[in-house]
């Protein structure tokens, strides 16, 4: 909000900011943290697959329609599904002790 506005910014740009900000509502998930002690490898092995293709596939360099299948099934198969059950568990267990 210290900065000068651009030619073509509108007056009121930062106290609609301001008001923007103000209107905010918390995440109900705010405090939850995740522990990934428990699929450490898995994650490793789904961040592998992800430099893999990720970028090939948001820059259009592969065919979604194509590989997209393929891609899932290694993400499958580096344990991305033990992974969100583990995180679904963490978050279940905090969200019952943060009622």
């Known amino acids: 909000m210290l ?7 509108p007056d009121n740009k930062w106290d609609e900011f301001k008001k923007f900000n103000a209107e905010g509502v918390n995440s109900p998930i705010l405090s939850f943290n995740f522990d990934a002690s428990n699929v450490s490898a898995e994650l490793t092995a789904v961040q592998n697959v ?15 329609a194509a590989n997209l ?9 580096a ?6 059950a583990e995180a679904q568990s963490q978050l279940d267990a905090w969200r019952a002790e943060n009622k």
């Not at 900065?3 to 910014?9: G, I, K, R, V």
């Not at 992800?50 to 979604?64: R, S």
């Not at 891609?71 to 499958?76: D, L, P």
């Not at 344990?79 to 969100?84: A, D, R, S």
């Open 50 to 64: 992800k430099e893999q293709y990720w970028a090939a596939l948001m820059t259009g360099t592969l065919d979604p």
């Open 3 to 9: 900065l000068y506005l651009n030619s073509n910014d």
């Open 69 to 77: 299948d393929q891609v899932i099934e290694k993400f499958n198969q």
């Open 79 to 84: 344990g991305l599904e033990k992974v969100m």
